[in-house]
């Protein structure tokens, strides 16, 4: 059974960062592509970015030039490092294999407010 855990989230005040990680376990990661997705409140969930096996990496345009994505397939992680957070970033934010998720984790809960 693979779980997923994403930790890192919390409060921060607009233009503050956070560095969001999601642990895996039950499956090595090193062979899938990754993504990072959001759910603000009242709204779908939708992608935020995405890093491929081989280290290519995309993502909204929202977030473009303020958001990084990594990944340590040893440690089995994949990081997201949030900057210039906006209030529009408040969301619950998920990681989970693309194309076909497995069973989708709790998330870390992201809100940016003065």
């Known amino acids: 059974q693979v779980q997923l855990v994403e930790s890192g989230g919390g409060l921060v005040q607009p233009g503050g960062s956070l560095r969001l990680s999601c642990q895996v376990s039950g499956s090595l990661v090193s062979m899938y592509t990754m993504n990072w997705y959001r759910q603000p409140p009242g709204k779908q969930r939708e992608l935020v970015a995405q890093?491929?096996?081989?280290?290519?990496?995309r993502y909204a345009d929202s977030v473009k030039g303020r958001f990084t994505i990594s990944r340590d397939n040893a440690k089995k992680t994949i990081d997201l490092q949030m900057n210039s957070l906006k209030p529009g970033d408040t969301a619950i934010y998920y990681c989970?294999?693309?194309?076909?998720?497995?069973?989708w984790g709790q998330g870390t809960q992201v809100t940016v407010s003065s």
């Open positions: 890093i491929t096996s081989g280290g290519t990496t």
């Open positions: 989970n294999k693309w194309p076909t998720p497995w069973a």
